[in-house]
């Protein structure tokens, strides 16, 4: 089992950067798959970007590529997620999950922070 908690949310302008962290405790988060989720109101979570558990293959949704980057270091127990030339659309509240494989579906990480909210303003 592992507990997640999120960090490093706020408001920013358009065109910033932020960069999300997300603490892990527990022994096992190295054996972990990660992933970053968002939610916007009235929506389902949506997929952000993954990354397997050593850290060497990355995904992202079409959206976020080439302006965000997932990291991990697993020495650390932490997940980050670099966030460069933010958008408003970008705001939402930023989930870290946990699960056996890199996925873009929600329902394939068993588990979840409580979430941080990122706003962008125009």
């Known amino acids: 089992q592992v507990q997640l908690v999120e960090s490093g949310g706020g408001l920013v302008q358009a065109g910033d950067s932020l960069t999300l962290s997300c603490a892990a405790s527990?022994?096992?988060?190295?054996?972990?798959?990660m992933g970053w989720f968002l939610r916007t109101p009235g929506k389902e979570r949506e997929f952000v970007a993954a990354i397997t558990w050593g850290g060497g293959r990355a995904y992202y949704a079409d959206s976020v590529k080439g302006r965000f980057t997932i990291s991990r270091d697993n020495a650390k127990n932490t997940l980050r997620l670099e966030m460069n030339s933010l958008k408003p659309e970008d705001t939402a509240v930023y989930y870290c999950a946990a699960g056996a494989m890199t996925a873009t579906d929600p329902k394939a990480y068993a588990y979840w922070g409580q979430g941080t909210q990122v706003t962008v303003s125009s």
């Open positions: 527990g022994r096992t988060f190295s054996s972990y798959a």
